[in-house]
C-alpha cells in the first residue's frame, strides 16, 4: 500500500521531514502543493468533495480542472476525479463524463453505490478510488466491514489481477484484511505537534505497515425477510 499524507503540513520544516514520502494534497486546502511537487516522491490531488459536504459547500468544478491541468503535467502526479458524496450514481457519472484529462485522474466510487458500478469502473480505469458515504461513515464500523467484505469478494471472483483501488481517508486500515493499493490520511498533518509526535517518525510508523498481497474470499451475511 502507497501511503499518501494529507496537507497541510506547517511549520515547512515539519513538511520537510517527510522529503521523499507521498503526498494528498486537497483543492480545498492547496497550500502546499508547490513543496509537494518539489520534495514528494508522487502526489495525490484530492477534489475536496469530502470537506465541501461536510461543510454544505458547492465546489467550482471549472477552477478545480484549471487547478489540476497545471499540475498533472507531473508525471508522477495523479487526481480524484469530481464527485458527490450521497449524490447517486447516475450524479458521479455525470461528473466524470466531464473530465477532460483521461487517466491521469480516478473515479470515485461510493460504497452506497451498486456494486456493478464499481466493476465497471474498474473494467475502464487503472486507479480507483473507494470513498465513505453517510451510511457508511465509519470506517471499520461492523457494516462498514460487512460492506468491505461484499465489494473485495466480487472483484476477487470477477478479476485474476485485483485492481488498483484507493482507499479514500483510509490510511487506518493497514494492517486489516483489504488488499488496498494506496490510501491518505491527514493525520501527521493534524498530529504531528503532539509532545509525543514528530512527522519523520510518524511517517515511518505508517510506511513500515502494509496490507495483506491478496484477498481471501469471506463468508457473507445474507438478510432475510421474515
Known amino acids: 500500500m502507497i501511503h499518501y ?7 515547512v520544516a515539519a513538511l520537510l521531514e517527510l522529503a521523499g514520502r507521498h503526498f494528498c494534497v486537497s483543492f480545498a486546502r492547496p497550500d502546499d502543493v508547490l513543496r509537494c511537487h518539489q520534495i514528494g516522491q508522487s502526489v495525490m490531488l484530492d477534489n475536496g468533495a469530502f470537506s465541501a459536504w461536510r461543510n454544505g459547500i458547492v465546489i467550482d468544478w471549472t477552477g478545480y480542472y484549471r487547478w489540476c491541468e497545471r499540475w498533472l503535467a507531473s508525471p508522477s502526479t495523479w487526481a480524484v476525479i469530481p464527485d458527490e458524496i450521497d449524490g447517486g450514481a447516475l450524479r458521479q457519472d455525470a461528473l466524470l463524463a466531464q473530465w477532460p484529462f483521461g487517466d491521469k485522474g480516478a473515479p470515485v466510487w461510493h460504497m452506497d453505490e451498486p456494486p456493478d458500478r464499481l466493476l465497471r469502473l474498474v473494467d475502464h480505469w487503472p486507479r480507483v478510488c473507494i470513498g465513505s458515504t453517510k451510511q457508511y461513515a465509519t470506517i471499520l464500523s461492523t457494516a462498514w466491514q460487512r460492506r468491505m467484505d461484499e465489494i473485495w469478494n466480487a ?3 470477477q478479476r485474476r489481477f485485483l485492481p488498483s483501488l484507493h482507499m479514500l481517508r ?6 486489516h ?4 493499493a494506496s490510501a491518505d490520511s491527514s493525520d501527521i498533518g493534524r498530529n504531528h505537534n503532539r509532545p509525543q509526535n514528530a512527522p519523520r517518525a510518524m511517517a515511518d510508523r ?14 457473507e451475511q445474507v438478510e432475510i425477510a421474515l
Open 170 to 175: 483510509g490510511m487506518q486500515l493497514v494492517g
Open 206 to 219: 505508517w510506511d513500515r505497515c502494509q496490507v495483506p498481497l491478496a484477498w481471501e474470499p469471506r463468508p
Open 155 to 157: 472483484l476477487g471472483k
Open 177 to 180: 484484511r483489504w488488499p488496498f
Open 5 to 11: 499524507h494529507g496537507t497541510p503540513i506547517s511549520p
